[in-house]
């Protein structure tokens, strides 16, 4: 068929993102369980994958990344996920909130309120089309904060304030995060008074950065089977408050343009 010189319209790459991220660990197990031998998993970034996206999409042309929902590409393009029959990336899981243990005695308002924060795809898709579309992180979280003020109240409701006291909150350059992680801390300060600094690392560095003490919580925690790895590696030296986003999913995303529907069409 048309496309079955589809890995030589895209060089036989996939574009990736960080290195670190699970979903990359889950896409070389993909190569390997479908056989796809003379594929290559190209590493970058979110930004640089999704710069790639926008160009070939422009253009369009065929491309192949790495994707994950919620991400704000699905409203921007016309994308689907390439079906996933072998199972690779595994089923629909969650993100969770994770922070160090000790935090629920030195922080007990931010621990009460992480353990809280609970929030739906389509309530962080908003924070996340608004940073695509040009808007600061901490702009577009602020008028999600405001806008909705209900939900943001249930987090803190009865919370004392905690003035001045330090938080740092890890998290990777994922955009899911970006959003997520900047919501948190415009609520910790605007409404319970910490000052609040966002670290910007690598996966491993961010679970290495809890589980040592160095940060104090992050909301990036894919699992079960995402970080998986990070999870066992730093067992019993976190803390896991449990999800704050359900209905992820990852996988192989293509434009809606290209032919192919499965993994398999990429042998
Ligand atoms: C890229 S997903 C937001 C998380 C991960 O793959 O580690």
Request: glycine letters at 8%; proline letters at 4%.
């Amino acid at each position: 068929a048309s496309d079955a010189s589809v890995g030589d319209q895209v060089k036989h790459e996939i574009i990736g993102i960080d290195p670190g991220a699970g979903l990359m660990k889950q896409t070389a197990q993909a190569l390997k369980d479908y056989d796809l031998k003379d594929w290559k998993l190209v590493e970058g970034s979110s930004a640089a994958m999704t710069a790639a996206l926008d160009k070939a999409y422009k253009a369009k042309k065929p491309i192949i990344v790495t994707g994950w929902t919620p991400h704000w590409m699905f409203a921007k393009y016309d994308l689907k996920y390439l079906s996933d029959p072998k199972g690779s990336y595994g089923q629909d899981e969650q993100i969770h909130t994770v922070v160090r243990t000790g935090l629920s005695k030195d922080a007990p308002s931010a621990y009460a309120m992480l353990d809280r924060f609970e929030w739906t795809p389509e309530e962080m898709a908003v924070v996340m089309s608004a940073v695509a579309d040009g808007k600061k992180p901490e702009e577009a979280a602020a008028a999600w904060v405001k806008d909705n003020a209900a939900k943001v109240d249930a987090w803190v409701k009865d919370l004392a304030q905690d003035n001045g006291k330090k938080l740092k909150l890890a998290y990777v350059a994922w955009d899911s995060e970006i959003a997520s992680t900047n919501v948190v801390k415009t609520v910790l300060e605007q409404k319970l008074g910490y000052t609040v600094e966002m670290l910007q690392v690598e996966a491993g560095p961010m679970w290495a950065g809890i589980a040592d003490g160095s940060a104090d919580a992050m909301v990036a925690a894919w699992l079960p089977t995402t970080h998986q790895d990070y999870l066992e590696k730093y067992k019993g030296k976190f803390e896991d408050l449990g999800p704050n986003l359900n209905g992820t999913k990852l996988g192989l995303v293509v434009p809606s343009y290209m032919t192919i529907a499965s993994i398999e069409d990429l042998k």
